[in-house]
């Protein structure tokens, strides 16, 4: 099993940036990938980034440029860089560690982009 620990979420004024945490604990070395998903109120959840444990990285359109993610191998921790943020990236994000078969999802941050 893994255990995901989200951080970083909060309010922030549009232009503005935040820096999401993550921090794997348990059957860390059966991880290949991990990502950041969010959800926003009646939509699906969506993929934000995505990163390999060979440092391959992809991004939703809508990010490229503004978003990026990396890794602590050392602190087990990925982090979501956010910056430009808009209203539109107003939701839930969530962890997600990807194993074979499984996947483990943390239990979201709240982030609100508003003036």
């Known amino acids: 099993q893994v255990r995901l620990v989200e951080s970083g979420g909060g309010l922030v004024q549009p232009g503005g940036s935040l820096r999401l945490s993550c921090a794997a604990s348990g059957s860390i070395s059966e991880i290949y990938a991990m990502g950041w998903y969010r959800q926003a109120p009646g939509k699906q959840r969506e993929l934000v980034a995505r990163i390999t444990n060979g440092h391959t990285t992809n991004y939703a359109d809508s990010v490229k440029g503004r978003f990026s993610i990396s890794r602590d191998n050392a602190k087990n921790t990925v982090y979501l860089q956010m910056n430009s943020l808009k209203p539109e990236d107003t939701a839930v994000y969530y962890c997600?560690?990807?194993?074979?078969?499984?996947?483990?999802w943390g239990q979201g941050t709240q982030v609100t982009v508003s003036s």
């Open positions: 997600r560690a990807d194993l074979i078969p499984y996947a483990y």
